[in-house]
Structures are given as C-alpha cells and as structure tokens.
C-alpha cells in the first residue's frame, strides 16, 4: 500500500507521541533512582548512588527478586513443557475439538488479569484446600503458568508451521529413529523458539502482580508485590524507585533477546 507524504507524517507523528507515553514514565524511573533529593524534585539537583546502595542492603527488596525469580524460572519451565507438547499435537495431529484446544490454551492472555486471579483462588479454596495443598510457591507457579504456556505454545507452533515435516520424513526414510529424530533435527529446528518463548515467559511471570495477589500465600512475596506494598511508605520511596528501576532493566531484557531469537513469532504479550 502506498501512502501520501502528509499520511506518513502524520503516522510517524501518531507513532512519535504513542512511544513518548509508553517510555518516557519509564526513562523518568531510571532517572530518579539517581536523583538525591528524597522528595523526588524536578529536575535533579542532586545526583547520587545512595538509593541503590541501600536498594542493595534492603533484606526485604532482595528476597522478593529471589521469590521472583523462583517463581519466573518455575512458570518457565512448566510452560515449556506442556507448550511445546500442545503446540505438537495441535500441529502434527488431526482430532476432534483442535480448534477449541488452541482456542482453550491460548485464552488466559487474552482474559483480564483479575478474572484469572479469582477463578485460581477459587479453585484453590474448593479443591487444593479439601487436598491439604495450602497456598504458597507452588500456587504462584502454577497460576504463572496458566498465561506464560502461551507465549510458548504460540513461538514453538509457528516454528512448526513454518518448517513443515519434509526433513523430519528424509530423517526418517534415512532410517533414523524417532528419538533420533528430534534429537538431531526437530529440536535443532525449534530451539531459538523454545529459547525465545521461555524467555518471554519468564519476562511476563517476573512482574506479574494481578495473578500473584490472589495466588500467593503468607509469606510469599514477589518484587512486583513488595513494590507495591512499599510504594506509598515516604522513607521507601528511594529505594521503591530503584527497584523499579532495575524491574524495567530486567524485564526489557529476556524481551529483547526473544525478539532478537525469534522476531515476530515472539510477539504476544500480556493483555
């Protein structure tokens, strides 16, 4: 399609103030974990590192980036198992209900937050409760992994339709044995997807807050959480800032590198 110069500056003007409101609160952030003044003035007249050191000795901040990452890295991997399989069978195979399996696995992105939260309290109260499986860690793992499956279902079963079967038959005709073949040909062809999807994954269970404040049990406290519970605290404010900071930093990166691995395929988020 071709477009008229006054279109395309006004799509680039359109695309200008959308990007000015998405990252400049975010470049404020960075900023004002430096700036000395604790009421946050603007501008800076005062630039320091104290926040961050006393980011760095906050007993509280740290445990709940170690509660985050334990969470992350379990919601990762359960996505990347049962997204990986879902993505193979919705792929390779023909059966009854195909559409309404993708349908079903690729529905909790798309429902608000809020909606997933209460459905998973409500299961754990009338089911996990009666079984003696209290909340905790494992509940916020597992509600991690109801959204984060997609992103690597949708990675892992575009590679798929992309690649097609045609090596994976000649691997066969060749007399290689099934094992034989993921392990040289198939895995090989959807790694850089399994990467990028699990990165992703992690990405969005790191600074997920909806899902955790229903999920998570006494004494589970991820950094999103410890974030918000501290964020109005006037002596907190500082280092709440800090903190941010560095949630920006490392959720920036495993998207990035997804991007990077798997272009377009990497693409859904959280809505």
């Known amino acids: 399609m071709t477009l008229s110069a006054p279109a395309r500056w006004a799509l680039r003007v359109f695309m200008g103030f959308g990007l000015t ?3 400049v609160p975010l470049l404020l952030v960075l900023v004002n974990s430096f700036n000395g003044d604790r009421t946050f ?25 170690l509660t985050s990452i ?8 359960i996505a990347l198992v049962l997204g990986t399989m879902v993505a193979f069978a919705v792929q390779r195979f023909a ?16 429902l608000p937050g809020i ?63 099934p094992l034989q ?14 990467l990028a999807g699990g990165l992703l994954a992690f990405a969005l269970s790191f600074d997920e807050i909806i899902v955790t404040t229903f999920t998570a049990g006494p004494g589970v406290t991820t950094l999103p959480i410890w974030i918000f519970n501290n964020l109005f605290r006037p ?13 920006i930093v490392l959720s920036v990166i495993p998207v990035w590198l997804a991007q990077r691995l798997a272009g377009p395929e990497a693409g859904a ?3």
């Not at 603007?42 to 509280?60: K, Y």
């Not at 059966?95 to 798309?110: E, H, K, Q």
């Not at 575009?158 to 994976?168: F, P």
């Not at 993921?182 to 959807?190: E, G, H, N, Q, S």
């Open 21 to 23: 409101f998405i990252y």
């Open 41 to 65: 003035a603007w501008p800076p007249h005062d630039w320091t590192t104290r926040w961050w050191a006393a980011a760095w000795d906050n007993d509280g901040a740290r445990q709940a980036l």
């Open 70 to 77: 334990r969470a992350g890295l379990g919601a990762t991997a």
């Open 95 to 110: 059966f009854f209900g195909r559409d309404t399996v993708s349908l079903l696995i690729v529905l909790p992105i798309a």
């Open 115 to 177: 909606v997933t939260g209460i459905a998973l309290d409500s299961a754990w109260r009338s089911v996990m409760g009666d079984l003696g499986v209290s909340k905790g860690m494992f509940s916020v793992i597992v509600g991690h992994a109801t959204f984060c499956v997609v992103t690597v279902y949708n990675n892992v079963l575009a590679r798929l339709r992309r690649t097609g079967t045609n090596l994976e038959d000649a691997s066969a005709d060749l007399g290689a044995s």
């Open 181 to 194: 073949t993921f392990r040289y040909v198939t895995f090989p062809l959807i790694r850089s997807a399994l």
């Open 235 to 247: 002596n907190q404010a500082p280092v709440v800032n800090v903190v941010a900071a560095v949630l």
């Open 269 to 271: 988020s959280r809505t």
